[in-house]
């Protein structure tokens, strides 16, 4: 095998590399200390310390008490969890949950499921910048709406939605809110503390940390229905024996990325910054998607539509190059439909299929953004060159020009 | 998904890009709401398809069907043409992930709207072309 040639890695809005000191910490449950958390014997009770240590920072970098963190293997599983959980518990209550035009699948695949269980969904639309309205959530509201979930902020177009106020809103009808906070966890400032949120879902893998582990936050007192049965992990909410080296990572890699927030998000923002500015003065036909204003934006976010082009051949020019990033163009699913959060902005299906996104990481640096800059502005040509529309664009301009 | 070396070649080196000013068929298919959209140029000389062009807004398959698709029809009768079928496209490129075989089809749909184009501006019947369905 050939040694991997060196990346450019601009996608870490769908993982980031696990940081050095998080393996270190992680190394020894993944050798000696392999006791089982639930056993009664010394050397098992050193492993239940470590995950109750790791429970201790999760909660402490959102500002909540550690019995209020509950370990899960995904972002994923907490979504379903919460979804399902609440339908489940507030039966009596009704069946109406409100949610966003823009989540994640791991929200919108689980009301979609419910929805054919009978369970009422609305989903809030967005403006062109991918903002919810509070008026909008304050309309939606009835008498049976027993869960309010919108995501605190946007994975592919980097909007982070009001949820001081939206939550607010929720708490004063007495309605339980949600929050999918999986972009949010480790790079904005994310406090439980003084808002009312009744539930969090964290995912490690989002913040250097490793995959396939993440929590959920549950307020003290609320309820919520298990969906796994059997042992009686996690206060016999979330059976499953524990994936003890995962948890133990995800609480350093939180408490890494909360130590060093500030710097980082300031260092992000920058990149991020550059990186739009470089696009926008050397490529004509570009769009910024996503919002623009101060802290309304993820720090790594970057996601533009490229006019005349479609997002999986320029994904794959990247490639050729090393450069990854991602597409809201869905050409290689099944469905044929381009990003729904992209669509939900209300642009075109065509300026929805050319979008790329860039997510910059801790890692990343200003040569690296050159580096893209020196080949981005050529393949973005080259599809153009061949490219019907771009043809149909210059013909028509140039009949206008006549 | 992965792509096969020889779709990526086609992808990366697309033959026969481009337009042709005086062309004897003009097709387009596919629309941006799919994602693919592909338009073929032909220039016929007798009964033979002398130069075939593309130009495609899509994903790698798309680009490398339209790449493969010109590169089978020149050279051909019309007759010969018409028996390009998406899977000929696709045998051609060695085989196409599963999920990206739908863009293949394009390919053929957009040659048959070639040569109805040619046959509808000569006023000539083309036994066994399928009417090209407005998409655009
Ligand atoms: C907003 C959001 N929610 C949920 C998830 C799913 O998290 P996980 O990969 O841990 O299942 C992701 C990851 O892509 C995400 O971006
Ligand atoms: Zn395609």
């Known amino acids: ?402 | 998904m992965e792509y096969n070396d020889m779709v990526m070649d086609h992808f990366s080196n697309p033959r026969n890009v481009g337009t042709i000013e005086d062309a004897s068929g003009v097709g387009t298919v596919g629309n941006a709401q799919c994602g693919d959209i592909m338009k073929v140029y032909l220039k016929i000389e007798g009964d033979v398809v002398q130069d075939a062009k593309f130009k495609t807004f899509g994903c790698g398959a798309a680009v490398a069907t339209s790449s493969m698709a010109t590169e089978l029809i020149i050279g051909k009768t019309i007759k010969e043409a018409l028996q390009i079928t998406n899977k000929t496209v696709l045998d051609a490129l060695g085989g196409l992930p599963s999920a990206k075989v739908h863009c293949s089809c394009l390919a053929e749909e957009a040659l048959h709207a070639a040569l109805w184009d040619y046959a509808q501006k000569n006023d000539i019947i083309i036994e066994g072309i399928k009417i090209p369905v407005e998409t655009h």
């Open chain 1, 1 to 402: 095998m050939n040694p991997p040639k060196k990346v450019l890695y601009f996608d870490n809005a769908a993982t980031t590399p696990l940081h050095p000191k998080v393996l270190e910490h992680m190394m020894p449950y993944l050798t000696e200390q392999y006791g089982n958390p639930s056993g009664v014997y010394s050397f098992a009770r050193e492993v239940r310390k470590g995950i109750e240590h790791a429970r201790e920072q999760v909660a402490e970098a959102i500002f909540a008490r550690p019995g209020e963190i509950f370990f899960t293997s995904s972002g994923t599983e907490a979504n379903n969890w919460v979804l399902k959980g609440v339908v489940e518990t507030l039966q009596h209550k009704g069946g109406h949950i409100i949610t966003t035009a823009i989540e994640h699948h791991a929200i919108t695949h689980v009301s979609s499921a419910l929805s054919k269980q009978g369970v009422e969904i609305t989903y809030l639309p967005v403006d062109n910048e991918g903002f919810v309205s509070p008026s909008d959530l304050i309309a939606a509201i009835r008498p049976d709406t027993i869960l309010i979930s919108i995501m605190w902020a946007n994975n592919e177009i980097g909007t982070i939605q009001p949820i001081p106020e939206l939550s607010a809103i929720a708490k004063s009808r007495g309605v339980l809110f949600h929050t999918d906070a999986v972009q949010a966890v480790g790079h904005i400032p994310v406090n439980v503390e003084n808002l009312p949120i009744d539930f969090l879902t964290m995912s490690a893998h989002k913040f250097s940390g490793p995959k396939g582990v993440g929590a959920l936050y549950i307020r003290k007192g609320t309820k919520v229905n298990s969906i796994l049965f059997g042992g009686a992990q996690e206060k016999n909410r979330r059976a499953g024996t524990e994936n003890v080296a995962g948890i133990i990572g995800m609480g350093a890699a939180l408490n890494l990325a909360v130590a060093n927030l500030k710097e980082e998000q300031e260092k992000v923002t920058m990149l991020r910054d550059y990186l739009i500015e470089r696009i926008e003065t050397t490529i004509p036909k570009v769009a910024l998607n996503g919002p623009r204003a101060e802290n309304t934006r993820l720090p790594g976010n970057v996601n533009f539509s490229f006019d005349y082009i479609e997002g999986e051949s320029l994904l794959l020019l990247l490639d050729m190059q090393g450069c990854c990033a991602s597409s809201g163009s869905a050409c290689s699913s099944a469905s044929l439909e381009p990003s729904h959060v992209l669509l939900s902005l209300g642009i075109s299906h065509e300026k929805a299929h050319g979008s790329i996104r860039f997510s910059l990481g801790r890692e990343n640096t200003r040569e690296e953004i050159d580096q893209l800059m020196e080949i981005l502005p050529k393949q973005v040509k080259q599809l153009r060159a061949m490219s019907p529309l771009a043809e149909e664009a210059e013909t028509s301009k140039a009949e206008y020009e006549l």
